[in-house]
């Protein structure tokens, strides 16, 4: 069984800076692709960054040259460094684990961009 666990979501200004982590149980992070997603309130579940496991790096064109993905195997644990935050990027943000059989989600972190 995986288990995902997200933290560091909370509430910044426009232009600020926030680090979300999601600590992984299990076995298979280090071969895992990793991702992070957001969904907005009225909006679909969007993908944010992923990361493979060879440290190869994807994000949407929204966030790009913004926000950087990263993981630490030995601590099971992938990042998602936000920074120039918008109020548009205010939605709750997932973790993501590709599985062999199946993805794994953790619980969220909400992130809010508001003076």
């Known amino acids: 069984q995986v288990q995902l666990v997200e933290s560091g979501g909370g509430l910044v200004q426009p232009g600020g800076s926030l680090r979300l982590s999601c600590a992984a149980s299990?076995?298979?992070?280090?071969?895992?692709?990793m991702g992070w997603y957001r969904q907005a309130p009225g909006k679909q579940r969007e993908l944010v960054a992923v990361?493979?496991?060879?440290?190869?790096?994807n994000y949407a064109d929204s966030v790009k040259g913004r926000f950087t993905i990263s993981r630490d195997n030995a601590k099971n644990t992938v990042y998602l460094q936000m920074n120039s935050l918008k109020p548009e990027d205010t939605a709750v943000y997932y973790c993501?684990?590709?599985?062999?059989?199946?993805?794994?989600w953790g619980q969220g972190t909400q992130v809010t961009v508001s003076s």
């Open positions: 993501n684990l590709v599985g062999f059989l199946r993805n794994y």
């Open positions: 299990g076995t298979i992070f280090s071969i895992a692709t």
């Open positions: 990361i493979t496991n060879s440290d190869r790096t």
